[in-house]
Antibody
Framework: QVQLQESGPGLVKPSETLSLTCTVSGASISHYHWSWIRQFPGKGLEWIGFVYYGGSTQYNPSLQSRVTTPLDTSKNQFSLKLRSVTAADTAVYYC????????????????WGQGTMVTVSS | DIQMTQSPASLSASVGDRVTITCRASQSIGTYVNWYQQEPGKVPKLLIYGASSLQSGVPSRFSGSGSGTDFILIINSLQPEDFATYYCHQTYTTPWTFGQGTKVDVK
């Protein structure tokens, strides 16, 4: 059974870097593609980016200048680093597995972590 | 970015009702739409992928249809565990985007 668990500080000061880690169990991160998604207090969902099993990445253009998502295959983890945060970055942050349905170009997020609330405040 | 607009934003229904939720894309996206259910305090759960395919383990009272710009999620015979918020999600092109959600609550 594949499980994902986010971890990291729940409070970050404005202008600092938000750092979260997603630990994957039940599957090798080298066999799938992964993603970060956030959910704002008003409940809207925003895709942050992908990290592919080879380590390459793709980000939401709205965040591209501030985000990185390194992969650590030795620990079966991937991370999110979001620089220069403001109150607008306050959200629940989820890591999720991206799957491709068979050989079709249909993709979805099939497994999500429990989410971690991050508040940006001084 | 492709905008996904859901309607209604919320609806009230009773157990046993048939519920219909609509999602409209700002441009044609084929059938690259997924639907997720989020119960209060819980994680989004994949219900439907590719506009109409039921994810494994999801009850058959859920169904999806549509292509191009207009998509529908139907819940036949609403059950107590179905009171939740539902989101559509496009994977036609990045940035992947979500609808704003439709909250289904008790009438």
């Amino acid at each position: 059974q594949v499980q994902l668990q986010e971890s990291g500080p729940g409070l970050v000061k404005p202008s600092e870097t938000l750092s979260l880690t997603c630990t994957v169990s039940g599957a090798s991160i080298s066999h799938y593609h992964w993603s970060w998604i956030r959910q704002f207090p008003g409940k809207g969902l925003e895709w942050i980016g992908f990290v592919y099993y080879g380590g390459s990445t793709q980000y939401n253009p709205s965040l591209q200048s501030r985000v990185t998502t390194p992969l650590d295959t030795s620990k079966n983890q991937f991370s999110l680093k979001l620089r220069s945060v403001t109150a607008a970055d306050t959200a629940v942050y989820y890591c999720a597995r991206r799957i491709q349905i068979s050989t079709s170009p249909v993709f979805a997020f099939d497994i999500w972590g429990q989410g971690t609330m991050v508040t940006v405040s001084s | 970015d492709i905008q996904m607009t859901q309607s209604p934003a919320s609806l009230s229904a009773s157990v046993g009702d048939r519920v219909t939720i609509t999602c409209r894309a700002s441009q044609s996206i084929g059938t690259y739409v997924n639907w997720y259910q989020q119960e209060p305090g819980k994680v989004p759960k994949l219900l439907i992928y590719g506009a109409s395919s039921l994810q494994s383990g999801v009850p058959s009272r859920f169904s999806g249809s549509g292509s191009g710009t207009d998509f529908i999620l139907i819940i036949n015979s609403l059950q107590p565990e179905d009171f939740a918020t539902y989101y559509c999600h496009q994977t036609y092109t990045t940035p992947w985007t979500f609808g704003q959600g439709t909250k289904v609550d008790v009438k």
